[in-house]
């Protein structure tokens, strides 16, 4: 079945940098797109950026364009998020999320997320 | 951003009765050369990721029980469990993907 698992959360300084991974496995990783959705403490869910399946296209939030980067590796089935520029407001659970087909948007399947802790 | 708005912010609900979440976007989700609305409704329990319920407004994610449905058109939505179960008990969220995606608030569901 599928399954996402994402990694490198952690606490950072503001205005440093953090990336966060997502591993893929249980599916043709290279056949859809995929997303980051956060979800700050006790609010509720954010999108925050988009990469079509051969990583051809990127989409971002307005609140994190210019400073995050979403990327990927089809042959090692990875899922990345450069985050740069990182502010109090970035705090959050990270979720990694596996497309409904390649940019359709719906986000189907979902790992468990990381926590990113801005704070100095 | 399309804003997404969901009513009510919490409700209760009996076992076994049924449990309606509205679900209204600043403006129409309907595609018109598809004839497709683009919403789709998540399922959050407390300390897990959200879980697809459905998309399409109306097509129910495979292994999503019956008593989930979904209805409505342009902006005007509604998540429907038909015989609440005491496992439903969650936060449920709305999504508009006719534009970069934005959620409702969310709308928080228990037991009565």
Redesign the interface.
């Known amino acids: 079945q599928v399954q996402l698992v994402e990694s490198g959360g952690g606490v950072v300084q503001p205005g440093r940098s953090l990336r966060v991974s997502c591993a893929a496995s249980g599916f043709t990783f290279g056949d859809y797109g995929m997303h980051w959705v956060r979800q700050a403490p006790g609010k509720g869910l954010e999108w925050v950026a988009t990469i079509s399946y051969d990583g051809s296209n990127n989409y971002y939030a307005d609140s994190v364009k210019g400073r995050f980067t979403i990327s990927r590796d089809n042959f090692r089935n990875t899922l990345f998020l450069q985050m740069n520029s990182l502010r109090a407001e970035d705090t959050a659970v990270y979720y990694c999320a596996k497309d409904l087909l390649d940019t359709a948007m719906v986000f189907c399947n979902w790992g468990q997320g990381t926590l990113v802790t801005v704070s100095s | 951003?399309i804003v997404m708005t969901q009513s009510p912010d919490s409700l209760a609900v009996s076992l076994g009765e049924r449990a309606t979440i509205n679900c209204k976007s600043s403006q129409s989700l309907l595609y018109s050369s598809n004839n497709k609305n683009?919403l789709?409704w998540?399922q959050q329990k407390p300390g897990?990721?959200?879980?697809?319920l459905i998309?399409w407004a109306s097509t129910r994610?495979p292994g999503v029980p019956d008593r989930f449905s979904g209805s409505g058109s342009g902006t005007d939505f509604t998540l429907t469990i038909s015989s609440l179960q005491a496992e439903d008990v969650a936060v449920y969220?709305c999504?508009q993907?006719y534009s970069?995606?934005?959620?409702?608030?969310?709308t928080k569901l228990g037991i009565k």
């Open positions: 951003d683009y789709a998540y897990q990721p959200p879980k697809l998309y994610e969220y999504q993907y970069p995606p934005t959620f409702g608030q969310g």
